[in-house]
């Protein structure tokens, strides 16, 4: 925990001064240290076993001394005095006493970390982040600032409504790539660097990473909290903050943050105000991503969309200046490299070259893999690495974590990867499209939950979300030959007492998506291929000889069909 650090680099600087054998130690004027902070430094020093406050080498290393000091600033001294240790550390930490610990401490409070030790210590959790690396699997030292974090724009947020944050995001369908790549890019983006190439965020700015999916609902995917687990983040998801943990204290549309972009380049609505000032501010102020450009938020810096496999790879690409040679485990950049290599792995199914992966692809793996806890033989000391996985490894153990979902429920098969989309007709009225991406065949999901239930399942959801059209994209390996298949399913809303007949907009994406030669969609007409029940059902099924085209392709295929309606 940096804020202890600072404390006891005080205390090392003052002592330093006062000792007439330190010759090096600047002067210091020490009637501007509160006497409360002196005397917790000195009571501290002599409850943890050092034997004074000259004592550098204790005070500097010892959990033990900087919790118990802490503890005493928090119980006995003010918020201007506690405030007045970092401003008192920042000031006297150059002195060459100061052990390398300390130095590396010191770099990161000069950093943007910097801000979230402007709160009261009191809002710091007290979690040594020199623990042991077997104790701290759920306390990482990149957990550890993740749950700093989401504390201080929590405890910000009633007040200021995340003014003076940057909430960086991927899309709401909460796959990896859009965890891991926000996550990494909240943390890297705090490093200090002298690489003109990125871009800076305001001193006046703090950056946060936004999962866009309900607490409850992370379980849904078990590839994210196994990748979660391998970067050694908290086991119960404690310190990401998730979309709820917003709305729990205000209106998405009534945020007064800026955004950053990851894996989608256009703001959901959600996230726009409805009055005031920022109706018409533009506040997406960073976009990295790998899909079909949006084209809007012109002036965002960054602003790069580009091929990629994964967009984790995008980020790796634009950060690469900020990852240390040879980083050691205990450093987050050992986690913020895990979690993105776990993205790129899932993204290309290990690199495939099956049209998916692309150069950035394999040059962002190339620079991760060494830096992760998977790529080294050794640990320190030389002994055997038991965290250490091969690409193939890794490979099977996260796609097959991924395709595992034979214990969700239909209603979660459709949530668990979902995108909404509103567009509008050639008549100007808004139409509302969710596209669900399920692992799983239609005939092995009828055949599991009966027809019956399989088309209520449908039906519900597209009365829950308020649907035009529902389209189920699935993607999965026969169980007998183990071959890729992909199918599109669109439903849509069926009404007591409607007409059978189709409307125009369902004839319009029959014949739309059929005839898009990029999708590779055919009919399901033979008898043995038809989908159970569907013949009754305001619905159509595909089945795709195109396994490149995702819901990337679909889903502006479906747009263009719904504009020209």
Not at 24 to 52: D, F, H, R, W
Not at 125 to 153: C, D, G, M, Q, W
Not at 497 to 521: C, F, V
Request: proline share 5%; aromatic share 6%; charged share 25%.
């Amino acid at each position: 925990m940096k804020s202890v650090f600072a404390f006891a680099a005080l205390f090392a600087s003052y002592a330093a001064a006062q000792s007439p054998t330190t010759s090096a130690a600047p002067p210091i004027n020490t009637s501007n240290i509160p006497p409360c902070v002196l005397q917790c430094g000195t009571e501290a020093a002599q409850n943890s076993g050092c034997s004074s406050i000259l004592d550098f080498a204790c005070l500097c290393s010892s959990t033990k001394f900087q919790t118990a000091a802490l503890q005493c600033l928090q119980s006995k001294c003010t918020v201007e005095e506690q405030q007045a240790g970092v401003t008192l550390e920042q000031q006297f930490c150059g002195s060459s006493v100061i052990s390398t610990m300390i130095t590396a401490a010191r770099a990161h409070l000069k950093s943007k970390i910097l801000p979230y030790s402007r709160a009261p210590f009191t809002s710091i959790p007290l979690v040594p982040s020199i623990e042991p690396r077997s104790i701290l699997h759920s306390n990482s030292a990149l957990s550890t600032f993740l749950l700093n974090n989401k504390k201080a724009f929590l405890d910000d947020l009633p007040s200021n409504k995340g003014e003076g944050w940057t909430i960086v995001m991927g899309n709401e369908s909460g796959d990896l790539d859009s965890c891991a790549s926000a996550l990494a890019y909240s943390y890297l983006s705090t490093i200090p660097g002298d690489d003109l190439t990125i871009t800076a965020i305001p001193d006046n700015k703090r950056t946060i990473a936004l999962i866009q999916t309900p607490r409850a609902d992370l379980s849904l995917r078990a590839e994210n909290l196994l990748a979660f687990s391998l970067a050694h983040l908290a086991k119960d998801c404690s310190d990401l903050l998730t979309i709820d943990d917003i709305t729990a204290w205000t209106k998405l549309e009534d945020l007064r943050s800026s955004y950053a972009l990851v894996d989608h380049n256009k703001l959901l609505s959600k996230f726009l105000a409805k009055e005031g000032s920022l109706v018409s501010a533009e506040r997406v102020t960073a976009i990295l991503d790998h899909h079909r450009d949006d084209e809007v938020h012109p002036d965002a810096k960054p602003r790069i969309i580009r091929s990629a496999g994964s967009c984790a790879s995008i980020v790796t690409d634009y950060f690469k200046t900020r990852f240390p040679l040879s980083p050691e485990l205990e450093d987050p950049i050992t986690d913020v490299s895990a979690l993105l290599l776990t993205a790129i792995v899932i993204d290309t199914n290990g690199l495939k070259t099956n049209g998916k992966t692309t150069e950035l692809d394999a040059g962002a793996f190339d620079c991760l893999y060494p830096r992760t806890p998977f790529g080294r033989q050794t640990i320190t000391g030389g002994a055997p690495n038991e965290e250490k996985k091969t690409l193939p490894e890794l490979t099977e153990l996260l796609i097959t974590s991924k395709r595992d979902v034979s214990h969700l429920s239909g209603y979660d098969l459709l949530r668990r990867d979902y995108k909404e989309f509103e567009w509008n007709n050639s008549k100007g009225e808004l139409i509302r499209v969710g596209l669900s991406t399920v692992p799983m065949g239609l005939k092995r999901w009828i055949e599991r939950d009966k027809k019956k239930k399989f088309w209520a399942d449908q039906q519900m959801w597209i009365k829950e979300r308020n649907l035009a059209v529902s389209g189920v994209l699935t993607t999965f390996r026969t169980r007998t030959k183990n071959k890729h298949k992909r199918e599109i399913l669109l439903v849509f809303p069926q009404t007591e007492g409607a007409s059978d007949a189709p409307s125009d907009l369902e004839l319009k994406l029959h014949a739309g998506i059929t005839s898009n030669s990029e999708l590779g969609a055919n009919k399901m007409k033979k008898e043995k291929k038809k989908i159970l029940g569907i013949q009754d059902k305001r619905a159509e099924a595909w089945e795709q000889t195109e396994k490149r085209a995702t819901r990337k392709q679909i889903a502006p295929a479906i747009k263009v069909i719904i504009e020209k309606s």
